[in-house]
């Protein structure tokens, strides 16, 4: 993606090990009146997701390049302020933040796309809007199913293998774990019991709780690991619950017909 509102898909050769990026892009798409700040794709379901600053997602055919819809993020709706454990860097305590149902904001419409991401097992696209630390879901059809305001700026997103979690990091020096279709913290029913919110502290290895902004993350293949990286320059590589290497390893047993 490029400031000059287009996106350009291009043709890797494995063969190729001298110049693997081909001459000339495969398509070149438009569509946007701004410039591009992210894109996904899925191969599996032919789809090329572009994200701009003039507030829209664009949705073109990865293998032919057709334009499909686009769609705005509109948010001129009532949001719930989200709620999660806040641990702060230099006091090390943990304090809530005040979850008020009445408490709504009137948001106005046209969000710059931070982020884009596309789940293929759910079909469902998510995005982030940094200037106003908005999550939203929508359907591949443009329906949206879920909005969030959070409290933090967000410095990183990734969806897990199976893609039903969004995994966030951000000003908070907090790892959230949700749920790509309701945005809600992932604490509940396959995740029920298990670690939803990290702060980077364990007792079994003297470690204090993360103490700068997370800047990138990593899961390994299989979920076994997280890496973190932070704004200090610092990694930490955090071993996955073992209650939910569990559960996906039966999950997988089952879906290959052993169990």
């Not at 299989?222 to 200090?232: A, F, K």
């Amino acid at each position: 993606g490029s400031r000059d509102c287009t996106v350009m898909t291009w043709d890797l050769s494995a063969t190729e090990k001298d110049s693997p990026l081909s001459a000339h892009p495969l398509q070149v798409l438009y569509g946007h009146n701004d410039a591009i700040s992210t894109v996904a794709l899925s191969a599996e379901h032919d789809v090329v997701l572009s994200g701009s600053a003039d507030g829209t997602i664009i949705i073109h055919t990865l293998r032919e390049g057709i334009y499909t819809r686009s769609i705005v993020i509109d948010t001129t709706k009532a949001v719930i302020p989200d709620s999660i454990p806040v641990v702060s860097p230099l006091s090390r305590s943990n304090s809530i933040v005040p979850d008020d149902a009445s408490t709504t904001m009137l948001l106005t419409s046209n969000k710059r796309v931070t982020w884009i991401g596309y789940s293929s097992s759910e079909g469902l696209i998510i995005t982030y809007c940094a200037d106003d630390n908005l999550l939203c879901t929508y359907t591949v059809n443009g329906r949206l199913l879920a909005l969030k305001e959070i409290d933090e700026t967000l410095g990183c997103l990734i969806l897990s293998e199976d893609g039903n979690i969004l995994v966030t990091g951000g000003s908070h020096c907090l790892v959230v774990f949700r749920w790509v279709r309701t945005l809600q913290v992932a604490d509940d029913g396959a995740r029920k019991g298990m670690v939803h919110v990290v702060d980077g502290s364990s007792d079994s290895y003297s470690l204090t709780p993360f103490a700068s902004p997370i800047r990138s993350l990593l899961l390994t293949t299989r979920e076994r690991h997280l890496v973190v990286g932070l704004e200090s320059g610092e990694m930490r590589i955090l071993a996955q619950d073992p209650e939910y290497l569990r559960f996906r390893l039966h999950q997988h047993l089952h879906e290959i017909g052993i169990l």
